[in-house]
């Protein structure tokens, strides 16, 4: 059975940084697509950013050249480096890994971005 645990989530104020992390057990890790999602109080959940390796990644437009996602598969996890952050960026974030179109969340944690 396929587990993702988010951590690093909180209430930061505009202009600050946060670092969340996913690891992933019951798979190997490195077969996943890997990506991080989130939604907004009122609004659909959206792609922030995924990677499928180092040389394939994707961002969303509203985030990108703030963050960056990352993956170390010797610890089976997936990192969202947020920078800058604004109030817009306040939503749950959900991590994500597909593998065989099979896809897996986890729990999500929350990000209040203050101004």
């Known amino acids: 059975q396929v587990q993702l645990v988010e951590s690093g989530g909180g209430l930061v104020q505009a202009g600050r940084s946060l670092r969340l992390s996913c690891i992933v057990s019951?798979?190997?890790?490195?077969?996943?697509?890997m990506g991080w999602y989130r939604q907004a109080p009122g609004k659909q959940r959206e792609l922030v950013a995924n990677i499928i390796s180092g040389s394939l990644i994707k961002y969303a437009d509203s985030v990108k050249g703030r963050f960056t996602i990352s993956r170390d598969n010797a610890k089976n996890t997936v990192y969202l480096q947020m920078n800058s952050l604004k109030p817009e960026d306040t939503a749950v974030y959900y991590c994500?890994?597909?593998?065989?179109?099979?896809?897996?969340w986890g729990q999500g944690t929350q990000v209040t971005v203050s101004s």
């Open positions: 019951g798979g190997i890790f490195s077969t996943y697509a």
């Open positions: 994500n890994a597909v593998r065989a179109s099979i896809q897996y």
